[in-house]
């Protein structure tokens, strides 16, 4: 198994040019909180960043610009190498956005849950398939972003420029959710 899932702590130990192999368990108390705690120092500033976005939308704001409040944010971390690195593991996590909401530390995902509460809400459609369409959407928009992240960083180029790559997302997003 490669990825987040495969890696040990041993390598992850190596990787940081430790020399003792229990330092995970010690700072973070497992590969787990390890994890945790990378989720959390870059996902709380793009949810700071999005909960900016969101009040700057208003009262009001259209089911695009609501898109938009996740994807400007999350796109923006594709200027940064190791923001990329984060990027390719949240893609990698995929399987267990259906339980985001019981396993994400709330404090660093105070706006996101507020975001996707307000597009889950969006469709004229039953509880369940307005859930499905939320977890559609973040896997569309961490994959996509994802996998420019592996082009920016393999130097295979990309079709689009930023801004349309960006536009281009939000209205993808925004169609599943009106799907």
């Given amino acids: 198994m490669g990825g987040v899932e495969g890696v040990t702590t041993r390598q992850i130990t190596e990787a940081a040019e430790q020399r003792n192999t229990s330092a995970v368990s010690y700072h973070f108390g497992s590969r787990q909180g390890l994890l945790r705690e990378i989720l959390a120092r870059r996902g709380g500033p793009v949810d700071d960043e999005r909960g900016r976005l969101l009040a700057e939308a208003g009262p009001s704001p ?6 938009s409040c996740l994807v400007v944010p999350y796109a923006a971390l594709l200027d940064d190498p190791s923001s ?9 996590l ?17 706006h996101l849950a507020a975001i996707l509460d307000r597009i889950e809400a969006v469709p004229s459609a039953p509880p369940a398939v307005r859930r499905g369409r939320v977890v559609a959407l973040i896997m569309l928009l961490t994959s996509t972003v994802a996998d420019r992240a592996r082009r920016i960083d393999d130097g295979t180029g990309n ?3 930023h801004a349309a790559f960006v536009a281009n997302l939000a209205a993808m997003g925004a169609a599943i959710i009106t799907a």
Avoid: C
Avoid at 62 to 67: E, I
Avoid at 84 to 92: F, G, P
């Fill in 94 to 110: 995929r399987g267990r956005f259906a339980a985001w909401r019981v396993e994400s530390d709330a404090a660093t995902t105070q």
């Fill in 62 to 67: 259209a089911l695009v610009d609501l898109v």
């Fill in 84 to 92: 990329r690195a984060y990027l390719r593991i949240v893609a990698q």
């Fill in 159 to 161: 079709d689009l420029d």
